[in-house]
């Protein structure tokens, strides 16, 4: 009687610590699971003088290329003739280098130029308005660069390295895609109110980006993401 007691004390011991490896393996394979909102790179485009906007050549939602022209102030159909006039003399012996690089820099005062492919997203300005130095005519997208903003628990932050490898679904799509860490805040701060539960906005947390190693072009910023980080 007492051996089988042992016995299946025994046994009991083994089946509980089998659970616990079992328990351990899940955990540490399982990584963090967290979800956030697909953002996308986004540049303010202005005119370094002062001057009216005489010509906004897009609208929102037109794609765009690098260096394309996006508007023009009023003073760019003279800066662009004086350009092209050093330019010439410049062929013929008649003018110094110096001088068309003045009229170069005079042409790209009176204009702006788009400094990515994308897609604009906000026309702040319309023509014929008159702008302050550095004011921003349009919003730029890049969608070449897509990442999601998470927020990961002060208790777990430690488990996450820049470069990490991270896989995300987005709600509507059945794939999946790869990503790693791109950024992780210095500073702790409270989850904002638009995140999950009343309990977790109250918990300090660290802003964390995770980009798209190779993003698509029907992915759409605002969908909503679920992040699993590898750890």
Request: glycine share 8%.
């Amino acid at each position: 009687m007492k051996n089988k007691q042992i016995f299946l004390i025994l046994i009991i011991l083994m089946i509980g610590f089998a659970l616990f490896l079992n328990h351990t393996k899940w955990t540490k394979n399982s990584g963090l699971k967290l979800t956030g909102t697909l953002e996308l790179t986004e540049h303010s485009l202005g005119a370094r003088t002062a001057g009216r906007l005489t010509a906004l050549l897009v609208d929102e939602g037109d794609q765009v290329k690098e260096g394309q022209l996006i508007g023009t102030l009023d003073r760019y159909d003279q800066a662009k003739r004086d350009f092209d006039r050093a330019a010439k003399l410049l062929e013929q012996g008649g003018t110094t280098k110096q001088a068309v690089e003045q009229a170069e820099l005079t042409l790209n005062d009176q204009q702006v130029v788009s400094p990515v492919d994308g897609v604009i997203l906000i026309k702040i300005h319309e023509k014929g308005e008159v702008l302050s130095a550095g004011s921003p005519i349009v919003t730029i997208g890049d969608r070449r660069k897509l990442w999601v903003r998470i927020y990961v628990p002060e208790g777990s932050v430690n488990l996450v390295k820049m470069n990490q490898p991270a896989t995300l679904h987005f709600d509507g799509l059945k794939e999946t895609f790869k990503g790693h860490v791109s950024f992780i805040a210095l500073l702790a701060e409270f989850t904002p109110r638009n995140v999950q539960t009343p309990e977790e906005r109250v918990t300090q947390t660290f802003a964390v980006k995770v980009t798209l190693d190779n993003p698509e072009s029907f992915l759409r910023p605002g969908v909503s993401a679920d992040v699993d980080l590898e750890t």
